[in-house]
T-cell receptor, first 113, second 113 residues
Framework: DAGVTQSPTHLIKTRGQHVTLRCSPI?????VSWYQQVLGQGPQFIFQYYEKEERGRGNFPDRFSARQFPNYSSELNVNALLLGDSALYLC????????????FGPGTRLTVT | RKEVEQDPGPFNVPEGATVAFNCTYS??????FFWYRQDCRKEPKLLMSVYSSGNEDGRFTAQLNRASQYISLLIRDSKLSDSATYLC??????????????FGKGTHLIIQP
């Protein structure tokens, strides 16, 4: 069975640009969460989506937004990129709203120059 | 005080030895607890959930002490392949993971031949 997939795997952008990252959850999973991991730190929670609705949001600025589609895949958008946005962006899927075990995709490594 | 605290290590341990990590969390309302393993430049992988009664999976044993707000992971008969960063993870949640997982910074383990 396919796990969580993310695209692209690597991305280089310049300051001020915007970026869209994509995630497909494990088949049958309806919840997707996004995390940012800066080198040397644990992942930081950005968003959780379930049934196409935002269910939770971490402490990130409004430049970060996301959405979930009817097939449960998800996009994370970041506008007006800053150097500090350089990180590994991880998507995690879980079975349903009350399932706490989350399974991560390989991530998208974003470099902002 | 950080929400989830871990000793970053590194822990240098000879192959075959037993090693233990502890982790403390600050929010007494935390509901679910996990250990994830992360290899260099890879995504976190769920190692085990941690239950109040303690649980064991092969060479790995996890324990939770709610009164003292700490979680432990014990690895017996350590293998070279156990070398990784071990992330302590807590979920303090109003429902369905909407608050996201809170990760510690991780403990770096190096198993030496």
């Amino acid at each position: 069975d396919a796990g969580v997939t993310q695209s692209p795997t690597h991305l280089i952008k310049t300051r001020g640009q915007h970026v869209t990252l994509r995630c497909s959850p494990i088949s049958g999973h309806k919840s997707v969460s996004w995390y940012q991991q800066v080198l040397g730190q644990g992942p930081q929670f950005i968003f959780q989506y379930y049934e196409k609705e935002e269910r939770g949001r971490g402490n990130f600025p409004d430049r970060f937004s996301a959405r979930q589609f009817p097939n449960y895949s998800s996009e994370l958008n970041v506008n007006a990129l800053l150097l500090g946005d350089s990180a590994l962006y991880l998507c995690a899927s879980s079975l349903g709203r009350n399932s706490y075990e989350q399974y991560f995709g390989p991530g998208t490594r974003l470099t902002v120059t | 005080r950080k929400e989830v605290e871990q000793d970053p290590g590194p822990f240098n341990v000879p192959e075959g030895a037993t090693v233990a990590f502890n982790c403390t969390y600050s929010n007494s309302a935390s509901q679910s607890f996990f250990w994830y393993r992360q290899d260099c430049r890879k995504e976190p992988k769920l190692l085990m959930s941690v239950y109040s009664s303690g649980n064991e999976d092969g060479r790995f044993t996890a324990q939770l002490n709610r009164a003292s707000q700490y979680i432990s992971l014990l690895i017996r008969d350590s293998k070279l392949s156990d070398s990784a960063t071990y992330l302590c993870v807590v979920l303090q949640d109003s429902g369905g993971g909407a608050d996201g997982l809170t990760f510690g910074k991780g403990t770096h383990l190096i198993i030496q031949p």
